[in-house]
């Protein structure tokens, strides 16, 4: 028992809060805006240069000029402006994006993330990851919380991270677990998935964490 | 006003200014907003040993996966090439370096080259592959990377309209690179899907002024590609 | 959409976010779209020891010569100052403390502020006083002078036309500070003489985000001032 | 017998070529619009914020909204854009403007150029001037070639600078000179006002120059 993909999605949606610009890494972080709460004003960045992204196009109306970072085709909203790339990343460089929820392959005790290449694998690029991380206000992390059986979060990454010191909070399909930067306190576990028990956790975490549920 | 700017076609447009072991600029984010004409007398052209800076590498036998295909990139600058077997051919057999920047970082460095900016300092990348060999320098408490400013020899842009003065104006998320590589290429060609008059785009929405744009060709009616075809259907909520 | 960001005048606006100490931006060039009201609306707050932000600091009782008056402003970072007297005065009795950037230097370190860049290197003032102090680094065999990003706890700026998100246009030569500060504030105001619906501007006209406006107060038909009213007859040629 | 400000302002006005965009200072600068030949395709920045300059309204259709860098009302052709500060300066400090014509208090042999403070009188600020000599392509100055009766081509300058080696061409009332920017080369006399002699210009000037008339 653990939650599934949309119930990993549902939960990061109740870190939403209202008047939030938020960005959405692909994967399970695309789900979460099935999951904002009625009545909820939320702006969806998408960092090619779109701010207040739109649902996916009925079937014909897809635009090829109007696309998300994903390249997949979006829509337009009233709230909608669109601008440069550069104009993109100084408006997450900045700070002005309140939340980004991206996924994983390895997160570290400290807050260390990566998910961008695993050495002697092709390597596709970085895209706006290390960009994201380094300049969104507050970083989500949602993803499996092992991989073929090996735990995810862990001691320290072995593989090249895409910044260092940057999550928040990870939620996995077992757990939940909050991050403070100030590089002493311990992450910690506040909430497990529904079935799952702290035993389970630690038996699937390599990571140090503290218990706070 | 005169047509100084405007070239018949995107071979005559180049003419003259394409050398082996050049460094250009694209526009373009995945397949949105690519100068697909330009791209494709590039390889008419035949120029080699190219340095390209653009944030994706087109696909298999579309936008820059063109001069992939025809072995005229050597080096590739950008943030992400995962949808091109061609370039994963090459890369992994060495034909191909490629220098991976992340994207805000890459746009940046494409700004401040155009804005005369040596140099600049980020957060992005700290602690990272991408700050190895580099400075980094603390401010306030906390780490920055410098990063250098990027210029081109020749940068390819595609707009949605221009006057024959060369301002431009784009369309949606059509803009992304295009407008920073307008101003970082030391020639910058643009390919309009619209050409009009001097006066017939209101001057406070113009993106590019003209003075960025030393050669204009029109383009009427490209065709555009879709990479992730995604639609809803008209029963699902959005 | 909600009217979360509209506040019914100046005064609400501004409430609860100035302090005596702290550091302002405001828009303009010249008296040039300028947030007249509410510059108006921090006189009767009566915040003082205000660091002010400003290409310029406006003229005797107009813009930034009512705070210059009303002794708020204890320093101004500016381009230029020549059109105040009262600004003479303070400057010369020491009442006043000014720093000098030059104009590009002072655009640019705005834009960096909200950016997130704390820093950048310009050729601009290299061997002059402006570069004393500060890091001089070579970049391929020029000197270039590094200046800091600048940022401030609320930026006050005038823009043409908002909609109730926020997103911001301008018009003709007012725009030009006020981009660059509405990122560049902690919190930012925006005096609009136009407020409308979202989906109201086209998408592809604005210029300013609704992401970086936390207020917007509607000011209609504001009087606006000409500093050097310059013309010709119409018998004479251009 | 020199030129007259207009005879200065046309002789800066023969430095310009078809294409060119152009800044020009307040004063006799100003001026050298009134010269542009027939038929050539001169756009002028402002670097408050536009490019494309028109002359001055007719009155009562003057437009607060639509000043120039000196703060003067001006008006729009076909062929304008307007854009942010930073924008403008973008264009100014990254070699995108062709040719920028000023006033000079000072200019001394090897291009360095004074013209914004005078210490211990009431400074006014630099404006734009150190970042327009810093980025434009060729600077030109026009001036007159002494206050006073003092000369103001100098050996050095004395007065703060706004920019160091930064001056391709002097005109003043009496005569033209080119500066290269190697370091190494002289200032060069290249013309001389109608009813001036060499003589004059040598008892008129302290910076030393090599004759190349």
Redesign the interface.
Known sequence: MAWTREQMAQRAAQELQD?F?VNLGIGIPTLVSNYIPEGM?I?L????????M?????????????????????T???????????D??????????NLSILGAMQVAQNG?LANWMIPGK??????????LV??VKKVIIVMEHTAKGEPKLLKTCNL??????VVDMVITDMAVFKFEKDGETNMKLIQLADGVTLDDVKEATEAEFDVAL | MSDRKIYADATAALDGILTNGMTLMSGGFGLCGIPETLIEAVKVAGVKGLTVISNNAGVDGIGLGVLLESKQISTMVSSYVGENKMFAEQYLNGDLEVVFTPQGTLSEQIRAGGAGIPAFYTKTGVGTLVAEGKEVKNFDGEDYVMERGLTADVALVHAYMADKEGNLVFRKTARNFNPMMATAGRITVAEVEHLVEPGEIDPDHIVVPGVYVQRIVHVPNPVKHIEQRTTRTRNQVA
């Open positions: 008047g610009y004003e702006q960045q998408s960092e090619n240069g779109m701010l207040g739109g649902p996916f196009p009925y079937e014909g109306e897809e635009d090829a000029d109007l696309i998300n970072a994903g390249k997949q085709t979006v337009e909203l009233p709230t909608t402006s669109y601008f440069s790339n550069a993109s990343f100084a408006m997450i460089r900045g700070g002005h994006i260390d092709m390597v596709k690029g970085m895209g706006g990851a290390m960009d380094a300049g090249p991270l895409t910044g260092k010191g």
